[in-house]
C-alpha cells in the first residue's frame, strides 16, 4: 500500500483482539507476521478487588486476533513475542505488548508507521465498545505532549458524542492526511464532557519496542550525531558541567515563546557539546535510555529536560539553507517563515547545532533561524565558536517579542508594587519603623518605551533589553520581600499582644500588678503595644522587662 492512497476504513491492518467471544480490545498489524498493541489488552482479567493484575510476567495464552480490515481472511493466534512485553508501570508509562501471529496474516500488508508532529493533525481510530462488535470510528485532532513521563498525546474528539471508550485500547491511530499509523490508543476520560483521550505516539512505541523500528517511516526528531556523543556514564558530562545542564533543561522547560537561547559548544568533546548532546537525547521519547531498557539514574531533575519537551533537533554543519528548511518542514509540518496561526498550532521548541558550520550561516540565521523566531518558535542555538554577527542577527528576532513580554512583566510589578504601597500604609499605621517601599516600575516602563522606541529604529538594543530584564526582575523580588518583612512586622506585634497577655494570665493578674514596680512594667508594654503605632523594639524590650520582673518575683 502507498502512503496516503488508502481512504479511511480500506486500510487492511485494523485488527481486534478477543479471547474466545470476549472482545478484549484491537491493534494493528505490523508486517505480516506482528499485532500490536497494548498490554493491559491481553494481560490477566482483573483480580477479585477489581484491581487490574499488572504482573511483569508475559501471558502465556494465545488469544484470537480478527482482521477486521479484511472480511476474506480468517482469524489467527497470537502470543506475546519474544522480549516485546511491557507492561504498565506503576505511573502507567509503558503498556505496549507486540503479539506474534502463529501463521503470517494471508496476503498481509501490515501498516507504515509514522513519526508526525504531535499537534493539530486530525486523526481517526477504530474501536470496539461493548455491542459494537463491527467496529466504532471516531475522528478526534491531536493537542500535544501529555500522559506519565511525557509518554503520551492527548486527543480531543471532533465530535464529544462519538469519542474514544472502554473497547478501543490498543486502536491504531492514523493520521487523517496521509493514512499512516501515528500511535495507538491508550485510555480515555470516562467522564470528562469534552471527548478527551490519549494515544501513545511512535516515537514512545520505539522507545520501547525496538522491534517495530523497521515498519517506522518519517524522519526522526533527533539527528544522529546528539546520541553519537551522548554519555551515559553517571559522571560524564554532567558533573562536569552542571550549570549548563540545567541551564538547558531550564531553557525547555520555562522559556519565553520566540526566545532564542546562543550557546558556544566548542568541539564534540567539550562539556558543554556533551551536555547539548545529553538534554536532547533524554528529551526524546524515542531515545530516553529508560524506555527500551532498565529504568537508569537520569541525574536531579532540573538537568533533565521533560520527554518531547525538544521537538527536532537537528546538526546543521555542512548544511545548505534549504536542506534546513526542508528538514524542519518535514520534521515540524511547518515552513520557517509560516506566520503562526493562533489555536492552530502549538509553537515548537528546536536545538539548532553548528550553526556557524553550515554552508551558509549569516543566511541560515537570517532566512531561516530569524523568521521561526519571530512567529513565535522557541531555539537554541549551538555554534562551535563565538559568532557576534549571529548573535545580533538571532537577538533581533527575540527582542519584540522580549520587549512584549517585558512590558507586561513590568505592569505585573507596577501592580506588585501598588499593592505594597497599600500594605505599607496599612502596618505603618500600626508598626513602626517600616521599610520603604521600592518604586521603580514607572520610571522603568518609562525606560522600556525607550528601548522599544530604539528598537522601531533599528538600532541595537539587546543589552538594553537584556538589563531592563534583569532589573524588573529585581523590582518584583523587592516588592515581594517588603510584603514578606510588612507581614511578619505585623504578625510580631501581634505574637507580643499574646504573650503580654498570656503572661498577665499565669501571674494572676490584679495580685501581681500590686508588686512594686510589676504594674508600671506591665501598663508601659500594654501602652506601647495598643496605643498608636508600635514602636517594635521598645514594646518588645518591655515586653522582656516585664517578663523578667514576673520569673523574679
Given at each position: 500500500m502507498e502512503t496516503g492512497q488508502a481512504r479511511q476504513g480500506d486500510e487492511p491492518w485494523w485488527v481486534r483482539i478477543r479471547r474466545a467471544d470476549k472482545i478484549l480490545g484491537a491493534g494493528v498489524l505490523v508486517g505480516s507476521r506482528h499485532v500490536l498493541t497494548c498490554a493491559h489488552v491481553v494481560t490477566e482479567p482483573p483480580s477479585d478487588t477489581g484491581a487490574p493484575d499488572w504482573a511483569d510476567a508475559v501471558p502465556e495464552g494465545e488469544v484470537d486476533v480478527d482482521f477486521v480490515g479484511r472480511s476474506d481472511v480468517p482469524p489467527g493466534r497470537a502470543r506475546v513475542a519474544e522480549g516485546c512485553w511491557v507492561p504498565p508501570r506503576a505511573d502507567e508509562r509503558g503498556d505496549l505488548a507486540l503479539l506474534e501471529l502463529r501463521e503470517p496474516a494471508p496476503g498481509g500488508r501490515g501498516a507504515t508507521l509514522r513519526r508526525l508532529p504531535p499537534w493539530n493533525r486530525q486523526v481517526y481510530t477504530r474501536?470496539?465498545?461493548?455491542?459494537?462488535?463491527?467496529?466504532?470510528?471516531?475522528?478526534?485532532?491531536?493537542?500535544?505532549?501529555?500522559?506519565?513521563?511525557?509518554?503520551?498525546?492527548?486527543?480531543?474528539?471532533?465530535?464529544?458524542?462519538?469519542?474514544?471508550?472502554?473497547?478501543?485500547?490498543?486502536?491504531?491511530?492514523?493520521?487523517?492526511?496521509?493514512?499512516?499509523?501515528?500511535?495507538?490508543?491508550?485510555?480515555?476520560?470516562?467522564?470528562?464532557?469534552?471527548?478527551?483521550?490519549?494515544?501513545?505516539?511512535?516515537?514512545?512505541?520505539?522507545?520501547?519496542?525496538?522491534?517495530?523500528?523497521?515498519?517506522?517511516?518519517?524522519?526522526?526528531?533527533?539527528?544522529?550525531?546528539?546520541?553519537?556523543?551522548?554519555?551515559?556514564?553517571?559522571?560524564?558530562?554532567?558533573?562536569?558541567?552542571?550549570?549548563?545542564?540545567?541551564?538547558?533543561?531550564?531553557?525547555?522547560?520555562?522559556g519565553a515563546p520566540g526566545e532564542v537561547m546562543v550557546i558556544v559548544t566548542g568541539g564534540a568533546g567539550s562539556t558543554v557539546s556533551a551536555a547539548l548532546a545529553r538534554a536532547v537525547v533524554l528529551s526524546n521519547r524515542e531515545l530516553r535510555p529508560s524506555a527500551a531498557g532498565p529504568a537508569v539514574e537520569l541525574g536531579p531533575d532540573d538537568t533533565v529536560p521533560a520527554p518531547g519537551s525538544i521537538d527536532l533537533a537537528l546538526d546543521v554543519s555542512g548544511k545548505t539553507v534549504e536542506e534546513v528548511s526542508k528538514r524542519i518542514a518535514a520534521g515540524l509540518g511547518i515552513a520557517?517563515?509560516?506566520?503562526?496561526?493562533?489555536?492552530?498550532?502549538?509553537?515548537?521548541?528546536?536545538?539548532?547545532?553548528?550553526?556557524?558550520?553550515?554552508?551558509?550561516?549569516?543566511?541560515?540565521?537570517?532566512?531561516?533561524?530569524?523568521?521561526?523566531?519571530?512567529?513565535?518558535?522557541?531555539?537554541?542555538?549551538?555554534?562551535?565558536?563565538?559568532?557576534?554577527?549571529?548573535?545580533?542577527?538571532?537577538?533581533?528576532?527575540?527582542?519584540?517579542?522580549?520587549?512584549?513580554?517585558?512590558?507586561?512583566?513590568?505592569?505585573?510589578?507596577?501592580?506588585?508594587?501598588?499593592?505594597?504601597?497599600?500594605?505599607?500604609?496599612?502596618?505603618?499605621?500600626?508598626?513602626?519603623?517600616?521599610?520603604?517601599?521600592?518604586?521603580?516600575?514607572?520610571?522603568?516602563?518609562?525606560?522600556?518605551?525607550?528601548?522599544?522606541?530604539?528598537?522601531?529604529?533599528?538600532?541595537?538594543?539587546?543589552?538594553?533589553?537584556?538589563?531592563?530584564?534583569?532589573?524588573?526582575?529585581?523590582?518584583?523580588?523587592?516588592?515581594?520581600?517588603?510584603?514578606?518583612?510588612?507581614?511578619?512586622l505585623l504578625e510580631r506585634r501581634n505574637r507580643l499582644r499574646g504573650l503580654l497577655h498570656a503572661y498577665r494570665s499565669e501571674s494572676g493578674g490584679q495580685r501581681s500588678e500590686r508588686e512594686i514596680g510589676l504594674a508600671t512594667l506591665y501598663r508601659r508594654a500594654h501602652e506601647l503595644l495598643f496605643r498608636g503605632p508600635c514602636d517594635l523594639p521598645m514594646a518588645t524590650q518591655s515586653v522582656d522587662d516585664y517578663l523578667r520582673a514576673l520569673r523574679s518575683r
Amino acid at each position: 500500500m502507498e502512503t496516503g492512497q488508502a481512504r479511511q476504513g480500506d486500510e487492511p491492518w485494523w485488527v481486534r483482539i478477543r479471547r474466545a467471544d470476549k472482545i478484549l480490545g484491537a491493534g494493528v498489524l505490523v508486517g505480516s507476521r506482528h499485532v500490536l498493541t497494548c498490554a493491559h489488552v491481553v494481560t490477566e482479567p482483573p483480580s477479585d478487588t477489581g484491581a487490574p493484575d499488572w504482573a511483569d510476567a508475559v501471558p502465556e495464552g494465545e488469544v484470537d486476533v480478527d482482521f477486521v480490515g479484511r472480511s476474506d481472511v480468517p482469524p489467527g493466534r497470537a502470543r506475546v513475542a519474544e522480549g516485546c512485553w511491557v507492561p504498565p508501570r506503576a505511573d502507567e508509562r509503558g503498556d505496549l505488548a507486540l503479539l506474534e501471529l502463529r501463521e503470517p496474516a494471508p496476503g498481509g500488508r501490515g501498516a507504515t508507521l509514522r513519526r508526525l508532529p504531535p499537534w493539530n493533525r486530525q486523526v481517526y481510530t477504530r474501536g470496539f465498545p461493548t455491542g459494537v462488535d463491527n467496529g466504532l470510528w471516531v475522528t478526534a485532532r491531536l493537542s500535544g505532549r501529555s500522559g506519565p513521563g511525557g509518554e503520551w498525546i492527548q486527543m480531543d474528539a471532533e465530535l464529544p458524542d462519538r469519542r474514544v471508550r472502554r473497547g478501543f485500547s490498543g486502536s491504531a491511530v492514523a493520521d487523517a492526511a496521509t493514512h499512516d499509523v501515528v500511535g495507538i490508543v491508550v485510555g480515555e476520560w470516562p467522564r470528562d464532557p469534552g471527548g478527551h483521550s490519549w494515544m501513545i505516539p511512535v516515537d514512545t512505541i520505539v522507545g520501547y519496542l525496538p522491534q517495530v523500528a523497521e515498519f517506522v517511516t518519517g524522519d526522526p526528531a533527533v539527528d544522529p550525531s546528539f546520541p553519537e556523543r551522548y554519555d551515559a556514564r553517571p559522571h560524564d558530562p554532567l558533573h562536569k558541567d552542571p550549570a549548563m545542564a540545567r541551564r538547558i533543561a531550564d531553557f525547555f522547560q520555562r522559556g519565553a515563546p520566540g526566545e532564542v537561547m546562543v550557546i558556544v559548544t566548542g568541539g564534540a568533546g567539550s562539556t558543554v557539546s556533551a551536555a547539548l548532546a545529553r538534554a536532547v537525547v533524554l528529551s526524546n521519547r524515542e531515545l530516553r535510555p529508560s524506555a527500551a531498557g532498565p529504568a537508569v539514574e537520569l541525574g536531579p531533575d532540573d538537568t533533565v529536560p521533560a520527554p518531547g519537551s525538544i521537538d527536532l533537533a537537528l546538526d546543521v554543519s555542512g548544511k545548505t539553507v534549504e536542506e534546513v528548511s526542508k528538514r524542519i518542514a518535514a520534521g515540524l509540518g511547518i515552513a520557517p517563515g509560516e506566520p503562526a496561526a493562533p489555536g492552530q498550532r502549538r509553537r515548537a521548541a528546536l536545538v539548532i547545532d553548528g550553526v556557524d558550520a553550515a554552508a551558509d550561516p549569516d543566511a541560515l540565521a537570517d532566512e531561516v533561524l530569524r523568521p521561526l523566531a519571530e512567529h513565535d518558535h522557541r531555539i537554541l542555538v549551538g555554534l562551535r565558536q563565538e559568532s557576534e554577527k549571529i548573535r545580533q542577527v538571532l537577538g533581533h528576532a527575540s527582542v519584540r517579542r522580549r520587549l512584549e513580554a517585558l512590558s507586561a512583566r513590568v505592569a505585573e510589578v507596577a501592580a506588585e508594587e501598588r499593592a505594597a504601597r497599600e500594605r505599607h500604609r496599612y502596618v505603618a499605621a500600626r508598626v513602626t519603623p517600616v521599610p520603604d517601599v521600592p518604586r521603580g516600575a514607572v520610571a522603568l516602563r518609562l525606560r522600556v518605551g525607550a528601548v522599544r522606541a530604539a528598537a522601531g529604529r533599528g538600532e541595537p538594543v539587546l543589552h538594553e533589553v537584556a538589563a531592563c530584564e534583569a532589573e524588573v526582575e529585581d523590582l518584583a523580588r523587592k516588592a515581594a520581600e517588603t510584603r514578606l518583612r510588612l507581614d511578619e512586622l505585623l504578625e510580631r506585634r501581634n505574637r507580643l499582644r499574646g504573650l503580654l497577655h498570656a503572661y498577665r494570665s499565669e501571674s494572676g493578674g490584679q495580685r501581681s500588678e500590686r508588686e512594686i514596680g510589676l504594674a508600671t512594667l506591665y501598663r508601659r508594654a500594654h501602652e506601647l503595644l495598643f496605643r498608636g503605632p508600635c514602636d517594635l523594639p521598645m514594646a518588645t524590650q518591655s515586653v522582656d522587662d516585664y517578663l523578667r520582673a514576673l520569673r523574679s518575683r
